[in-house]
């Protein structure tokens, strides 16, 4: 029997199967009479009406026996190890996977992955979706994204521990340093904890739609147990004690290690750099201690060479990295990161893509004036009908020409007008460029394409890692995961959330940077690996099932936009996806022709000593 089964009339596929059933086909909404060759012999190609059920749709049995709750029929899948690709089904059954090849027997229901491929479910190691997890429990943007495991609490900046009495610290906090609103932290957030597990058995209610792990923060352990002296202060002897003692009971309460923050730009509400910059490396170490006894992860951002290393001869260590704009400056990088990390295992991440922050019509809007002003106080189609009246426009020009910049243009992008936006210009076809090619100054270019767009046009400020071929070079290093979308920080400025997308699309499919299973397993069993979670990150009998369905020759993100959906109505910027079939999380299906289904089966990862 042939994978491709027709017949003139559903009689026909009866007598191929000699069982018929109804099915929900859930593309096209309706009931209907199929049989299904699903013998054990074939890959169960579904006949509805006479015809093969389309392409990549999806089938629900009804009033038959089953053996699996769901198969995945004939993809091409990469199991996330590096191995080459093969084409097999995919079992799963409560939860977990429970077969991959030819699958006999039949499930509640069934993903046609004929022409697509499936992987594992990408594993996010740096995300700050520590609050908005209160408020929006699907954790978008990045469950549109393929990432069905996401790790918070990065930067030191966390909300646990805390004393009822260091809420609005910790939300003000929060609010300098990743541009999480204030309002929307206290308001959205139950508040119900003073420790870490606590903070957990918080998220635990919420009921996430994706897998969701937690590191506790340094900020948050400083104020816990020093009060206001932790942020200029050093520790004494018996503050150190009571701190490791902290992160000790975090850590068996479930987080999966300590971070760090020495980055000095990141300030507290009143100027004053966060707990933790100035800290001595002995705190560091002390603490390092005790999170390498249980296993766990040091992560740390703005930390040098030296310090690293130290906390290299004792942890697992997970630190954020970049590359400069100049020729050679990939390699040179690179050659940096090779040498630290054969100090112990350590493991760098950085942007996929050029990122800094956002401007448009719709978004933060880079001019001074005092009609500029006025403008900013307009909605969208205010501010879209105010720049198309002549002498209103004229003003803006003349007001914008006067400006001064904070930045350079040399390093301002158009994301482009099409669908998918243009994240990989080269370093010199900037807006300089553009504004020679029309004889405009920027303010004439800024408006004329927010014009031309109905104010949707955006212009991407690249601050790191602006030269996307050194980035490239930087990415052949087997040290360094592409990430770092800081999704849930900075949501009125940026929006680097799609990363995985980005990487499907560009570094995989039209790069070649990586070859197809060596990019899945950067994106799954590669950060899996690294946050310990090691029932994850592999399609392999006995592993949780989360599992993608990806159109790779389609997948691609979508121009980013604003939305006003934080509590309070601020504002953040959003990217959808297209080309995700489907996206399993713990089984379930998250998300099904790019659209969430509603269903929430993340579960709080609960890190456990390995060692």
Not at 253 to 273: C, W
């Amino acid at each position: 029997m042939t994978n491709d089964f027709h017949g003139d009339s559903a009689s026909a596929g009866a007598m191929a199967c000699e069982m018929a059933c109804q099915i929900v086909c859930e593309r096209k909404g309706h009931f209907a009479a199929i049989t299904s060759a699903c013998t054990g012999c074939c890959l169960s190609a579904l006949v509805i009406r006479g015809r093969l059920l389309d392409h990549g749709a999806e089938a629900i049995h009804v009033g038959r026996p089953v053996s699996h709750d769901l198969i995945i029929r004939g993809g091409k899948v990469i199991d996330g190890t590096g191995a080459a690709p093969v084409h097999a089904d995919v079992a799963v059954s409560d939860g977990v996977i429970t077969g991959v090849g030819l699958v006999s027997g039949t499930a509640r229901r069934e993903i046609d992955a004929r022409g697509l491929i499936v992987t594992p479910g990408f594993v996010d190691l740096h995300a700050h979706l520590d609050a908005q997890i209160g408020w929006d429990p699907d954790l978008t943007p990045v469950s549109w994204h393929g990432v069905t495991s996401v790790l918070i609490g990065n930067c030191g900046v966390t909300f646990a521990p805390c004393k009822p009495t260091d809420r609005e610290l910790l939300a003000g906090m929060m609010e300098t340093v990743e541009d999480i609103p204030r309002h929307a932290i206290l308001t959205g957030l139950p508040w119900t904890w003073e420790n870490y597990g606590g903070y957990l058995d918080a998220l635990d209610g919420i009921k996430p739609g994706i897998n969701v792990a937690g590191l506790v923060g340094h900020c948050a352990v400083r104020f816990f147990v020093m009060g206001e002296r932790a942020v200029e202060e050093q520790a004494t002897p018996a503050e150190l004690e009571q701190m490791v003692r902290v992160v000790d009971q975090a850590l068996a309460d479930g987080a999966h290690g300590f971070s760090t923050n020495r980055y000095e730009p990141h300030k507290l509400p009143d100027g004053r750099s966060i707990p933790g910059t100035f800290a001595d490396p002995a705190e560091l170490m002390a603490i390092g201690k005790v999170v390498q006894q249980r296993d766990g992860l040091m992560q740390a951002v703005g930390a040098n060479a030296e310090v690293l290393t130290a906390l290299a001869g004792q942890n697992r260590v997970l630190f954020s990295y970049g590359v400069g704009p100049g020729s050679g400056m990939g390699r040179e990088a690179a050659s940096r990161l090779d040498t630290l990390c054969g100090k112990g295992d350590v493991t760098a991440i950085t942007q996929v893509r050029g990122s800094g922050f956002m401007f448009g019509l719709q978004a933060a809007i880079p001019f001074q004036g005092e009609t500029w002003d006025r403008l900013r106080t307009l909605d969208l189609a205010g501010r879209l009908a105010a720049i198309r009246e002549p002498a209103t426009a004229a003003r803006l020009r003349e007001e914008g020409k006067a400006s001064r910049r904070w930045f350079s243009l040399k390093n301002v992008y158009f994301l482009g007008k099409d669908q998918r936006p243009d994240y990989a210009a080269a370093l010199d076809n900037n807006v300089v460029a553009l504004c020679r090619q029309r004889g405009e100054e920027f303010t004439e270019l800024f408006l004329r394409l927010s014009d031309e767009t109905a104010g949707k046009a955006l212009f991407n400020l690249r601050m790191f890692n602006q030269n996307i071929d050194e980035l490239g070079e930087l990415f052949r290093s087997p040290h360094i995961f592409p990430s770092l979308g800081d999704a849930g920080a900075h949501v009125s400025q940026i929006m680097d959330a799609g990363w995985s997308t980005f990487v499907l699309g560009y570094w995989i499919r039209e790069r070649g940077i990586y070859s197809l299973e060596e990019g899945i397993r950067r994106l799954t069993s590669g950060p899996a690996r690294v946050l310990g979670l090691t029932d994850r990150g592999v399609i392999a009998p006995g592993k949780r099932a989360d599992i993608n369905v990806i159109d790779f020759d389609q997948v691609s993100e979508l121009q980013p936009e604003i939305v006003n959906d934080f509590p309070g109505g601020a504002p953040r910027f959003v990217q959808r996806a297209r080309g995700y079939k489907a996206t399993l999380v713990n089984g379930q299906v998250n998300l099904l022709d790019d659209q969430l289904t509603g269903t929430r089966a993340g579960n709080v990862l609960r890190h456990r000593r390995t060692g």
